[in-house]
């Protein structure tokens, strides 16, 4: 048979193929893989990455900053206000294309090439290792990829579908669920990383029978994350604040959870923040902007989640097969013994995790719910379900280990001392430190730069130190609850499968209202302190 002439216009369909197979070697493996999984999500990610866009982004960026930095001074401490360029491309850039992952390469590629001149790509490739290295780092990694872990080890056992029956048995309907919401999230108030991780992965499916926006249950969950674990002496977050505070003399050694205790009245972000959450679920404050829309979408028989949030919902690794009789125990008897067990081990959560999964084998295979092969192979896809958010969070780790090389935060703080007078300090500390909070997404980072700045500084302006410690503490509560990629904020939208952009940019007015608030608070409380 005689083959037919092709039209001229396919062989542009061959080209695009050798193009795309030349960029993405390893399509055809991906794709095999389909929507489903750790390859899944990578091919999903790939199908909206535009390298084209990248690149030329990328060049632009080496050239115009190259050029500014051999006309600004070699010394990163006379950069002054200029030190803030990267960072508003960072937030313009995310804006712009909703790109997180690439905005934190780029905005990171600027402070070396500020910093490091020509060199900047040896300082690129150092500090990517450094991150890496870092101790909080391989902290990170284990206890938030174990802890994807254990939530698939509990739906696989039927705990969470159990969990859900519960609740969805005792709910009247959406208000009632989200009041479930908040309540189990202020219950798990020891660590903001479990608080969001558990919550939202055992009431995504619940939310999900009323028709609740994963916009708003995310909203609900990371306000209950770090603004509840702020405010309890017994967690993580006290721990970490009450060691700063005696490793920079304030207190003594035995002293430390006393004095962060006297900051807990003072710390009104955290307050207003969790406050203004069952204000919203009662109706008693409206929806606003992004979040109602979120809302008008499900009730519209939309989609309960926004576009492109498969690949980072740690849920959507495959159908979760029910046991015939699932049973509460299987839920509740896990996150029992790992509360239990991190508070005991003084709140250290990593070795609250590997008690955790310890136990949870024996108690699973007991069933005979699963093999000692499948928990095996269930911890391993647990894992696989958190490499894109531990990769956002990496990536936000390098972007402030890339700003503290052009001094960001101390520049900014130097910005605004002229302007401190005891009465002002703690709101001007609020106001500026969250902003570059915001800016860094550094959560406890931010306490470890801060703090050695403020208490002296204080001293030195006649401020009340206590309310300045306490806004140190707010602004970090503020960066860590509405930064497009801090920790709590990826990990809420991980576990709730919601993107993380839309997940930032629907709570963010109530994010501003709270800070607007609380800043007024600090106002008031600077003159009446002093």
């Not at 959560?443 to 500084?457: F, K």
Request: one cysteine or more; glycine letters at 8%; charged letters at 15%.
């Amino acid at each position: 048979m005689r083959r037919e002439k092709e039209p001229a216009h396919q062989w542009r369909f061959y080209i695009v193929g050798l193009g795309r197979s030349l960029l993405y070697p390893h399509a055809d493996f991906l794709r095999k893989g389909g929507r489903s999984g750790m390859f899944g999500k990578l091919r999903q990610e790939l199908s909206v990455f535009s390298p084209v866009r990248f690149l030329i982004v990328l060049g632009s960026l080496v050239v115009s900053t190259s050029a500014l930095a051999f006309l600004l001074p070699a010394d990163v401490e006379s950069l002054g206000v200029l030190s803030l360029i990267p960072a508003l491309f960072l937030i313009l850039y995310i804006f712009t294309t909703k790109r997180i992952l690439e905005a934190l390469v780029l905005a990171s590629l600027m402070c070396f090439i500020l910093a490091d001149r020509a060199d900047f790509f040896s300082e690129f490739s150092i500090g990517l290792v450094e991150v890496m290295k870092d101790e909080n780092t391989g902290w990170l990694i284990v206890v938030c990829g174990l802890m994807g872990s254990i939530i698939l080890l509990i739906e696989k056992a039927g705990g969470s579908f159990a969990f859900g029956q519960f609740v969805a048995s005792r709910s009247k309907g959406r208000r009632s669920t989200l009041l479930w919401t908040w309540l189990l999230g202020v219950v798990v108030f020891i660590d903001d990383y479990l608080n969001s991780l558990t919550v939202g992965a055992c009431m995504a499916p619940v939310t999900d029978r009323y028709k609740v926006s994963r916009e708003y249950l995310s909203y609900v969950v990371d306000s209950t994350a770090a603004p509840v674990c702020v405010l309890i002496p017994v967690s993580t977050w006290a721990v970490f604040a009450s060691r700063i505070l005696v490793m920079n003399g304030l207190t003594t050694e035995d002293g430390g959870i006393l004095y962060f205790i006297r900051t807990i009245p003072y710390n009104f972000y955290a307050w207003i923040a969790a406050f203004i959450v069952i204000l919203v679920i009662m109706g008693w404050f409206p929806l606003i902007g992004p979040l109602k829309r979120a809302e008008r979408r499900v009730l519209d028989g939309g989609s309960l989640a926004p576009p492109n949030s498969d690949k980072i919902d740690i849920h959507s690794s495959g159908e979760i097969t029910v046991p015939q009789n699932p049973r509460m125990i299987n839920f509740a008897l896990p996150m029992l013994v790992l509360v239990v067990s991190t508070i005991l081990f003084d709140v250290d959560m990593q070795k609250g995790v590997l008690v955790t999964l310890a136990f949870m084998f024996v108690f699973y295979v007991a069933q005979g719910i699963m093999t000692p092969d499948e928990f095996a192979d269930y911890c391993i896809d647990g894992l696989k379900n958190m490499i894109l958010p531990l990769l956002l969070m990496v990536l936000a780790f390098l972007f402030s280990y890339a700003s503290d090389r052009i001094n960001f935060t101390r520049q900014v703080i130097d910005l605004v001392v002229p302007y401190m007078t005891p009465q002002l300090m703690p709101v001007l500390i609020f106001i500026v430190l969250g902003a570059t909070e915001f800016i860094t997404g550094t959560n406890w980072g931010l306490y470890i730069i801060a703090l050695p700045i403020v208490i002296p500084l204080s001293h030195a302006v006649g401020a009340n130190t206590l309310l300045a410690v306490s806004a140190v503490l707010s602004a970090g509560v503020f960066g860590s609850h509405i930064c497009f990629y801090s920790d709590a904020t990826i990990l809420s939208s991980s576990a709730c499968g919601c993107n993380n952009f839309d997940h930032a940019y629907s709570q963010m007015p109530y994010g501003l209202i709270s800070a607007g608030l609380a800043s007024i608070c600090f106002l008031i409380a600077g003159f009446v302190f002093r």
